[in-house]
């Protein structure tokens, strides 16, 4: 267990980070770094089943929140969760054999193709048009969730950006009803990367615990904002997430080689 004060600002970035996600998907990319830097010698997999263990916390607080509020369609949500469960166990099981670095350069050229659709597209998300129905809805979402999840535990950063992009430009729900089915789904790549890690001893659980406690009353607050706040500062949002994620990603690719 690190000192008082690295536990203090461990906390205070799994906060901030989950408010972000609950808002619009991407708290890792304030949580994660923050325990690399403060473990910078710890075994990746520990630092890795350590962030999920504090994420999940927050997630299942803001998926609570938002069910209540905003009553997402479980009838597509939960069907998504559980196939991106059984692909974030896949990714987790294969993140030995296909280290992160390989996904970065695509990653990164898709976040900017997002980033500026989304930008030269300022109604998308703003209200609700399904492009399907039915069968091709469910069979779009599915195989949606699968690939994310199997990202999510394979490599991880913006799994939850990812899964609002998904709903809201290929599926067509507005950012809030994406926002909420992002955080059951992502509930979901928690879980099915913790059912690999918990098993190898991994998490730190103590530090995990402390971060997810935090990380529950970020993500309250956030799903209570967004909610609050509607789809179009969930949208800005999202676009300030993209963007840091653009550069982190851009800086590891290009600069940490």
Same mark, same amino acid.
């Given at each position: 267990?690190?000192?008082?004060?690295?536990?203090?600002?461990?906390?205070?970035?799994?906060?901030?980070?989950?408010?972000?996600?609950?808002?619009?998907?991407?708290?890792?990319? *304030?949580?994660?770094?923050?325990?690399?830097?403060?473990?910078?010698?710890?075994? %990746?997999?520990?630092?890795?089943? #350590? +962030?999920?263990?504090?994420?999940?916390?927050?997630?299942?607080?803001?998926?609570? #929140?938002?069910?209540?509020?905003?009553?997402?369609?479980?009838? #597509?949500?939960? %069907?998504?969760?559980?196939?991106?469960?059984?692909?974030?166990?896949?990714?987790?099981?294969?993140?030995?054999?296909?280290?992160?670095?390989?996904?970065?350069?695509?990653?990164?050229?898709?976040?900017?193709?997002?980033?500026?659709?989304?930008?030269?597209? %300022?109604?998308?998300?703003?209200?609700?048009?399904?492009?399907?129905?039915?069968?091709?809805?469910?069979?779009?979402?599915?195989?949606?969730?699968?690939?994310?999840?199997?990202?999510?535990?394979?490599?991880?950063?913006?799994?939850?950006?990812?899964?609002?992009?998904?709903?809201?430009?290929?599926?067509?729900?507005?950012?809030?009803?994406?926002?909420?089915?992002?955080?059951?789904? +992502?509930?979901?790549? +928690?879980?099915?990367?913790?059912?690999?890690?918990?098993?190898?001893?991994?998490?730190?659980?103590?530090?995990?615990?402390?971060?997810?406690?935090?990380?529950?009353?970020?993500?309250?607050?956030?799903?209570?904002?967004? *909610?609050?706040?509607?789809?179009?500062?969930?949208?800005?949002?999202?676009?300030?997430?993209?963007?840091?994620?653009?550069?982190?990603?851009?800086?590891?690719?290009?600069?940490?080689?």
């Amino acid at each position: 267990m690190p000192d008082l004060s690295t536990v203090l600002l461990l906390c205070l970035a799994a906060g901030f980070a989950g408010w972000v996600d609950a808002v619009s998907g991407g708290g890792g990319l *304030i949580q994660l770094p923050a325990l690399l830097l403060a473990f910078p010698g710890a075994a %990746p997999v520990a630092v890795l089943a #350590t +962030n999920k263990l504090a994420s999940i916390c927050g997630t299942s607080a803001s998926a609570a #929140t938002y069910y209540r509020r905003v009553r997402p369609d479980l009838r #597509t949500a939960l %069907p998504m969760a559980a196939i991106a469960l059984v692909g974030a166990v896949l990714g987790a099981l294969c993140a030995s054999v296909l280290p992160g670095r390989v996904f970065r350069p695509l990653v990164l050229v898709l976040l900017v193709a997002v980033a500026a659709y989304t930008v030269a597209r %300022p109604t998308m998300g703003a209200v609700q048009e399904l492009r399907w129905g039915g069968r091709r809805h469910h069979l779009a979402a599915g195989l949606g969730g699968f690939a994310l999840g199997f990202y999510d535990g394979i490599f991880g950063p913006g799994t939850g950006s990812f899964l609002v992009i998904l709903l809201v430009g290929l599926l067509g729900y507005s950012f809030l009803q994406a926002s909420a089915k992002a955080r059951i789904v +992502n509930l979901g790549t +928690n879980l099915g990367a913790l059912l690999v890690f918990v098993p190898q001893g991994a998490p730190m659980w103590r530090l995990g615990l402390a971060m997810g406690a935090c990380n529950v009353g970020g993500a309250w607050l956030g799903a209570h904002t967004a *909610i609050r706040r509607g789809a179009g500062f969930v949208r800005v949002v999202f676009l300030v997430v993209v963007a840091a994620l653009v550069l982190r990603l851009g800086y590891a690719t290009f600069v940490e080689r």
